[in-house]
């Protein structure tokens, strides 16, 4: 077994962590743990690669350490974090002797959250075939996705809503899936995945049509009574037939492009249903001067909001992104209740790829951090 300790006659005075990984790649590496809140992109703790498969790091001589370290490596992110060599999770890892040198080794790391354990999958239930939406005169599939021990548990768990259910976890989508059903098995082993999600499929070729609030360059839109049958005809049933928390604190909605567009004025219009909103690259370029004077006649309540936006989405999708979070953060009678996480990834494009690894940091956030942004 390789052992490396510094020679007898050292002179060192701070910790030093050497890494060997027999799975390496161009991913850097990065320490998370109990001196730095557990930051997974931290770049003060991201080691030096002295070679492939092996990295350093020496903490700061003048650093206040704790007693104990406890620290995990990932590849920057929790979905990048180091696992064993069979997919699972591994513990925390502990240094609190004395030694000046820790050499530790990963067998290997996650990619995108992957991969998962079959076991953790949720139970992914059909609804209906032909949920009735009187709202709009019509029918449509509806989807539970319940956590995978559900039926053996007395749990009530948080929801989240969300649009576009043929693109969610359907392996045969067109465009690619968000994979929500295995990325939810990996956040499982991480206590962020015991959470109920109900997918409702969009109408096709009605789609836009559905998801379109009021009038707006794609003329009028039906989304209003789309809300409608979100707040008052599907969450009622669904709190009536699964063991939910239904108070608001525990209610999301959300979506992608236009799903994440009629997302955002479910969570404005209704407030004291949702508070919790996942926006993914919403369509605001069709409504680019959104009115947000409807506001002031709610009361104000503590909402949290999931913002992502791709670079290379269109040339004007950061920017209504970024205009949208300032004048919701800018609202006087919203002042110090709006809550905005906001998560621009340079390279994104506009598709179900780059949405599926927003996902799980999304709903960490959303439902079981208290970091303010």
Request: proline share 5%.
């Amino acid at each position: 077994m390789l052992t490396e300790t510094p020679p007898a006659t050292s002179t060192l005075t701070s910790k030093k962590i050497i890494l060997h990984t027999s799975e390496d790649d161009d991913r850097p590496v990065y320490i998370s743990g109990n001196f730095n809140n557990w930051a997974t992109q931290d770049f003060r703790f991201k080691m030096h690669k002295v070679e492939k498969g092996k990295y350093e790091f020496s903490f700061p001589e003048h650093m206040d350490l704790p007693e104990e370290l406890i620290y995990k490596f990932t590849k920057g992110d929790w979905s990048e974090v180091e696992i064993d060599r069979y997919g699972n999770r591994t513990p925390n890892r502990h240094w609190k002797d004395q030694s000046q040198v820790k050499v530790e080794r990963v067998t290997k790391w996650r990619k995108n959250w992957l991969p998962y354990r079959p076991s953790q999958l949720p139970q992914i239930h059909l609804m209906s075939e032909e949920f009735e939406i009187p709202q709009l005169n019509t029918k449509r599939k509806v989807w539970a996705l319940l956590p995978h021990d559900y039926d053996s548990s007395d749990e009530h768990y948080p929801v989240l809503y969300l649009q576009d259910a043929q693109n969610l976890f359907n392996e045969n989508a067109e465009f690619g899936n968000w994979q929500i059903d295995k990325k939810l098995a990996v956040m499982s082993d991480y206590g962020i995945g015991k959470i109920i999600i109900i997918a409702v499929e969009h109408g096709e070729s009605e789609r836009v049509q559905e998801y379109n609030v009021g009038k707006t360059l794609l003329g009028h839109g039906s989304g209003k009574q789309y809300i409608r049958f979100v707040v008052d005809t599907l969450k009622p049933f669904v709190d009536k037939t699964y063991r939910t928390q239904p108070e608001r604190e525990f209610t999301g909605i959300g979506g992608s492009s236009m799903g994440g567009l009629v997302s955002i004025f479910s969570g404005l219009m209704y407030p004291e249903v949702f508070g919790k909103l996942m926006i993914f690259s919403p369509s605001l370029w069709v409504i680019p001067k959104i009115k947000l004077g409807f506001l002031d006649i709610f009361e104000p309540q503590d909402t949290r909001i999931y913002l992502y936006a791709g670079g290379d989405e269109s040339e004007t999708m950061v920017d209504h992104v970024l205009k949208f979070r300032k004048r919701l953060l800018k609202r006087e009678s919203l002042k110090g209740k709006m809550k905005v996480r906001l998560s621009i990834n340079e390279q994104g494009k506009h598709n179900e790829s780059y949405w599926s690894d927003e996902f799980p940091k999304a709903i960490e956030w959303l439902f079981y951090s208290d970091k303010p942004e």
